[in-house]
């Protein structure tokens, strides 16, 4: 027993100099030149991950602020995960609870990380994309229409999907950005900009998702009522448009005619 407490208290060490070779000391029985190679290899295994990633916000970050970063994520979290794809959204964990507000950090740091990690999330989802037959133009206003699981809607304070070299907002525009994800039949991931009207469009049938009956016609009279638009036929037609893209899309599907 005692030598079980020992051994673990050996790669608690162990464990804790790689995560923080500045602050904690390094076994005294293992080589410094083989415990520089478990550091560097540590390091760079997850730094290289999340810089693949993440590829955007790497290469907008200078390589320094990158590497800090990547050294105050190792010290400060604990991923409670074993899987390396995992890692990204554990990333997103700290981003969020651990590192707080830092003057050197893009404000849109968080954001422009969560959306990279959704499209690599989206792409390694489990879930198949619903095989249905198309509902014809006319119906679809009254068939029940469910939301494929491999669409993804989220909503940003920045235009994360515009972020790059030649666009570094210093704040957030007056309006939130509206993006739906969504893994088409060859697997490749996809995003489409929703305004405000197709976003709650999209929020009403996932709302309703699980209640018989609820149509997207009904979403749409819901619509009209809360803009208390003068017009309900320019709103439906609108509404029907937006639903044929995103049949097309294989975004919407009927249940009644999905394949198992």
């Not at 030149?33 to 955007?56: Q, W």
């Not at 794809?85 to 893009?106: C, K, M, Q, S």
């Not at 060859?186 to 489409?192: C, G, K, L, S």
Request: aromatic share 10%; proline share 10%.
């Amino acid at each position: 027993m005692a030598e079980a407490r020992d051994f673990q208290a050996a790669q608690y060490a162990f464990a804790a100099h790689i995560r923080d070779p500045e602050h904690r000391p390094a076994p005294s029985d293992v080589e410094e030149r083989r415990m520089a190679i478990y550091r560097e290899l540590f390091f760079n295994n997850i730094s290289g991950f999340l810089a693949d990633t993440l590829p955007v916000l790497h290469s907008l970050l200078p390589e320094s602020h990158w590497q800090a970063m990547m050294r105050d994520f190792l010290v400060r979290h604990r991923c409670h995960s074993p899987y390396f794809l995992d890692i990204p959204r554990e990333f997103l964990t700290y981003l969020e609870h651990d590192r707080g507000a830092r003057a050197e950090d893009p404000p849109f740091l968080y954001e422009l990380a969560h959306y990279e990690w959704a499209e690599l999330a989206l792409s390694v989802a489990d879930e198949d994309t619903p095989a249905a037959d198309p509902v014809p133009g006319p119906e679809l206003l009254d068939a029940q229409l469910q939301v494929s699981p491999l669409a993804w809607p989220f909503n940003y304070r920045f235009p994360v999907h515009r972020i790059g070299p030649d666009y570094q907002p210093d704040a957030p525009p007056p309006a939130p950005t509206y993006l739906l994800l969504y893994r088409d039949p060859d697997e490749a991931v996809r995003f489409i900009e929703l305004n405000a009207v197709s976003a709650r469009l999209l929020a009403l049938l996932l709302e309703h998702a699980d209640e018989a009956g609820y149509s997207a016609r009904q979403a749409l009279e819901t619509i009209t009522a809360e803009l208390d638009h003068p017009d309900p036929g320019v709103v439906i037609a609108g509404g029907r448009g937006i639903l044929a893209d995103w049949q097309h899309r294989q975004i919407l599907f009927h249940p009644g005619e999905s394949a198992d």
